[in-house]
């Protein structure tokens, strides 16, 4: 007799990723047929502390293949997790990690385990006859009775400079943040109707050509300034008739690392020491309705992290993602000596469901937000959608992109779909921060 909740056979492909590059799919069949699937993203900013994505090099789609993470999926961890329950989450994780059995998973590749890690739960969800932010919630309270959903404050990234766009801006992203929007409905009106301000603002000062997109749907004109970067932003908010510091806030990924010389930053046409450059944060916190920094220093530099928000107090989100690249040891550093007050949750970083929200727990009981957060490099996969539901935290935020580019909008209508499941008996993230 087949048993919906043992594995029958395990499966991995490669499809597009939004960038035009192979990224890794894998297919999580039970016995009575259910069938659990993910996909990897991958970004172009990537954390040296990061997990190891296994690439095939040589000259096939310009050595960005992925066949041997294919095969290892298809011939070593298959083997050891057909048979399991995929209810067993964390027992089939470990078991990929053990299997692996390196620190940063460059045997098998973190984008082999990955897709299987959250391809199982896609699994598990469905013959549980769960909604996947249903099943993550319960997996991440380890099946508590208590149901209390938050949803997540969207951070869209509308305009895009460094690694993710063609122009001269030292800083990658520039987000529109609506905090003060009533629930999270209404938030993503916030943000489609700024972002088509935004593009008729560009289109009018540089022409058509300026609205073109960068890697995460955000517009991505010849600009060289940072602060001229936020002056545009500043103008399609006020064009919207949103009121900034009360409705809108605007977040800021520095991806400093991007940017980091021979210990000096280049930004805005010069070079600037670590201090200087925590004066120019400080000047535009003081400036501009910016509610969080991501990255704001190179990746290793915990002190830098710590004495700016030490700085500024809690008066803004500072947030580690290169710094911390959702490793619980890293983390725990960051904890130690007080670098940030937030985590950016990227799920590819890491390499595995479980660990992913170990890294978000540890995170939340020491009073740190998480932002749940998407990669440059995208497929049309909604999990974070679902995750950051399924987490609810109190300050939970997500990071998806501009409401532009099906890869991007696939997690915006994936949330307004769960709104619509469970949207008035949920609670908006932004009513818990002090604005």
Same mark, same amino acid.
């Given at each position: ?9 395990? !499966?991995?492909?490669?499809?597009? #990723? ?40 040589? !000259? ?29 989450? !964390?027992?089939?994780? #470990? ?14 590749? *973190? ?14 969800? %469905? ?13 991440? +309270? &380890?099946?508590?009775?208590? =149901? ?54 560009? %289109?009018? %000062? ?20 940072? !602060? ?28 400093? $690392?991007?940017?980091?010389? #021979? ?46 928000? $030490? ?6 989100? =500072? ?35 479980? &660990? ?7 995170? #939340? ?9 998407? +990669? $440059? ?28 580019? *099906?890869?991007?909008?696939? %997690? ?9 499941? =469970? ?13």
């Amino acid at each position: 007799m087949s048993n919906k909740f043992l594995i029958k056979s395990v !499966k991995a492909r490669w499809i597009l #990723d939004s960038r035009g590059f192979p990224t890794i799919e894998a297919d999580v069949l039970t016995e009575n047929g259910i069938l659990g699937r993910a996909a990897v993203p991958s970004g172009a900013s990537t954390g040296e502390h990061e997990v190891v994505k296994i690439i095939d090099g040589g !000259k096939r789609f310009l050595g960005r293949g992925v066949n041997k993470a294919i095969n290892n999926v298809n011939n070593e961890i298959s083997k050891i997790i057909i048979g399991k329950d995929v209810r067993k989450q !964390k027992e089939i994780d #470990d078991a990929m990690i053990n299997l692996d059995g390196t620190k940063n998973k460059s045997k098998l590749g *973190g984008n082999a385990i990955l897709s299987v890690s959250l391809a199982v739960a896609d699994a598990a969800s %469905k013959a549980l006859g769960l909604n996947l932010f249903e099943y993550l919630y319960k997996l991440y +309270r &380890e099946n508590s009775n208590e =149901i209390k959903y938050i949803f997540p404050v969207p951070m869209s990234n509308v305009l895009n400079g460094g690694k993710h766009a063609g122009n001269n801006l030292s800083v990658q992203e520039f987000m529109i943040v609506p905090i003060g929007a009533k629930d999270y409905r209404e938030s993503i009106v916030m943000i489609s109707e700024i972002y088509q301000y935004l593009k008729n603002e560009i %289109k009018s %000062k540089f022409g058509k050509s300026a609205i073109n997109l960068g890697d995460e749907g955000g517009f991505a004109p010849n600009l060289s300034y940072t !602060k001229d970067a936020l002056d545009l932003l500043m103008s399609a908010i006020e064009d919207s008739g949103y009121k900034a510091k009360k409705e809108i806030f605007i977040a800021m990924d520095a991806a400093s $690392s991007e940017f980091y010389k #021979d210990g000096k930053y280049f930004i805005d046409e010069k070079f600037l020491s670590a201090d200087e450059l925590m004066d120019y944060y400080i000047e535009l916190i003081n400036s501009y309705p910016i509610i969080s920094i991501e990255d704001p220093f190179e990746e290793n530099d915990f002190q830098a992290f710590a004495k700016l928000l $030490s700085k500024i107090g809690n008066k803004i989100q =500072i947030v580690g993602d290169d710094l911390f690249v959702t490793q619980i040891e890293r983390i725990k550093i960051g904890i130690q000596n007080k670098s940030a007050n937030a985590l950016l949750l990227k799920v590819d970083q890491v390499g595995s469901l479980t &660990e992913s929200l170990e890294a978000a727990k540890l995170c #939340d009981e020491n009073n740190m937000n998480v932002i749940v957060s998407h +990669r $440059s490099g995208e497929t049309e996969s909604t999990f974070i959608a679902d995750l950051a539901v399924g987490l609810s935290l109190r300050r939970i935020m997500i990071k998806t992109g501009a409401p532009a580019r *099906g890869e991007r909008t696939a %997690k915006y209508n994936r949330l307004l779909r769960i709104y619509d499941l =469970i949207g008035e008996n949920a609670e908006f993230s932004g009513n818990n921060f002090n604005i």
